[in-house]
């Protein structure tokens, strides 16, 4: 299972990009509405006019109209180019959002694999001790060795054995947040690239890439939409005109002959600032909100990738010090071993060497999934999807 793989699991069971994916139909209902031809919904009025309950001459009138309001210059076309960016907005923070959930799977799935390494070398050390008290426990009744010896490996066996259940119950809770986050099993390979030598990323390790980072570029698009909305409240200076079609049929008195008539009648509302100011104030707000934003996610985010690039150097030479380290330590606890089995060497600097072994080897586990890790967080930081 790969990562990439994981991602789209995790986001059709978490449903992550919900409140992208809802901006996103906002946007769309949006421009539906910037593109239709009337500024509004059309309104049918059907109204009568009688003296029934007055002088009863026979007067009568009626009038159906239709009322369809009107764009204002400019208003239609700055309201589909505000619907436009908007929907440009939410298409990119789904991308965001996705970004968001990588982050989370990335930091579990090295997680998973440092705990996988532990288990795992806790369980060879276990096998091992268990291998040299038998061997132990043979040379003592040989007359070989002291009891002491044997009391002291069994001691060092059942503390291995301890710490192999203890990695082990560490390793199966973190496979069940994998799989209560993902449905999937937790066999997934954190297959990252190199950072800086797979191709096509050498820029991760030269600069900060601002357009290609989903989320900054989910803000600029943000930020076009707020001032797309500004160009709207300039334009949106009263309600919408209305023009009226409509017919009238009339009868003066009773026993008349009726007549009818075509009607046509437009109503032009008036702007003032009391309806004006608060629209374009809330508008000039959003964009110098969504500007602010922008501002510290730049700041923040660079940051980050400097962090990032910095954690990735330093891990990388940790890790070359932790190799060599525990291959240094393998290579005196076997020597040890063999000196042991020859009678030459006491068990008491055999365990401790044994002891040592293990822990650089397990150090070195770590410090390998570290390095993972780091190398995540600088393409996590730079924006790059598994």
Do not use: C
């Not at 210059?73 to 907005?89: F, K, T």
């Not at 991760?204 to 409240?233: I, N």
């Amino acid at each position: 299972m790969t990562l990439a793989a994981a991602v789209d699991a995790a986001w059709r069971k978490t449903q992550a990009g919900a409140a992208a994916q809802a901006q996103q139909a906002l946007a769309d209902a949006e421009r539906q509405t910037a593109a239709s031809l009337l500024a509004g919904s059309p309104a049918l009025s059907l109204s009568e006019r009688s003296d029934r309950w007055q002088d009863n001459t026979g007067v009568r009138e009626r009038e159906i109209a239709l009322a369809l309001p009107l764009w204002l210059p400019g208003q239609r076309s700055a309201r589909l180019q505000a619907a436009e960016a908007e929907s440009a907005s939410a298409a990119q923070a789904v991308a965001a959002a996705r970004l968001t959930l990588a982050g989370q799977l990335r930091e579990l799935a090295w997680s998973l694999s440092s705990l996988k390494a532990e288990a795992e070398g806790a369980s060879a050390q276990q096998r091992y001790l268990q291998t040299l008290a038998a061997d132990v426990d043979r040379r003592v009744k040989a007359g070989d060795l002291a009891r002491t010896d044997a009391l002291a490996v069994d001691g060092e066996r059942l503390n291995a054995q301890a710490e192999a259940i203890s990695a082990q119950q560490r390793l199966q809770a973190e496979q069940q947040r994998w799989t209560a986050l993902t449905d999937l099993a937790p066999d997934v390979v954190a297959d990252e690239p190199d950072a800086g030598r797979a191709a096509g990323q050498e820029a991760l390790v030269d600069s900060f890439d601002e357009v290609r980072h989903p989320q900054l570029a989910q803000l600029a698009l943000a930020e076009e939409a707020a001032r797309r909305q500004v160009e709207v409240a300039r334009r949106d200076i009263s309600e919408a005109p209305e023009l009226s079609l409509g017919y009238r049929h009339e009868r003066d008195a009773r026993g008349q002959a009726s007549r009818g008539s075509v009607t046509v009648g437009l109503r032009v509302p008036f702007g003032t600032d009391g309806r004006n100011a608060p629209l374009r104030a809330a508008a000039q707000g959003a964009l110098d909100k969504a500007r602010a934003e922008q501002a510290r996610a730049r700041a923040a985010l660079a940051a980050d990738w400097r962090i990032a690039r910095d954690a990735l150097s330093v891990a990388e030479r940790q890790t070359a010090m932790h190799r060599e380290r525990a291959a240094l330590l393998r290579q005196r606890a076997a020597l040890l071993d063999k000196s042991f089995r020859a009678g030459e060497t006491a068990l008491p600097d055999l365990l401790l060497a044994v002891q040592a072994a293990a822990q650089a080897d397990a150090a070195l586990a770590r410090q390998l999934a570290a390095q993972g890790n780091a190398r995540a967080r600088l393409l996590q930081a730079s924006g790059v999807m598994p």
